[in-house]
């Protein structure tokens, strides 16, 4: 998320050329941040987003055995009021 909100490809182009290119970034506050799979990365990369301020949605390819207060966990069967 931080790397395509921050424009990190058009920041190393502009870079290269010496170039001052202004653009403004949106807020990630707000936003939902998608996750396959709930293991130690998607866990740390979801403890980012919520620092952030982020709605954290995390898919698992089975039923997950427990909840996250902070973190919603599905299943293999999504919701349609997460979409």
């Known amino acids: 998320a931080?790397?395509?909100?921050?424009q990190v490809a058009r920041c190393q182009q502009n870079r290269r050329e010496r170039r001052w290119?202004?653009?403004?970034?949106?807020?990630?506050r707000?936003?939902?941040?998608?996750?396959l799979g709930f293991g130690?990365?998607?866990?740390h990369v979801a403890?980012?987003?919520?620092?952030f301020g982020m709605r954290v949605v995390c898919l698992r390819p089975r039923q997950p055995t427990r909840?996250?207060?902070l973190y919603t966990v599905v299943g293999p069967v999504i919701?349609?009021?997460l979409l």
Do not use: C, W, Y
């Open 67 to 69: 909840s996250s207060p």
């Open 47 to 51: 403890r980012l987003g919520k620092a």
């Open 40 to 43: 130690d990365i998607a866990q």
């Open 79 to 81: 919701s349609q009021s």
């Open 30 to 35: 707000g936003q939902t941040l998608g996750l």
């Open 2 to 6: 931080l790397h395509f909100n921050k």
């Open 21 to 28: 290119d202004k653009f403004e970034m949106s807020v990630l």
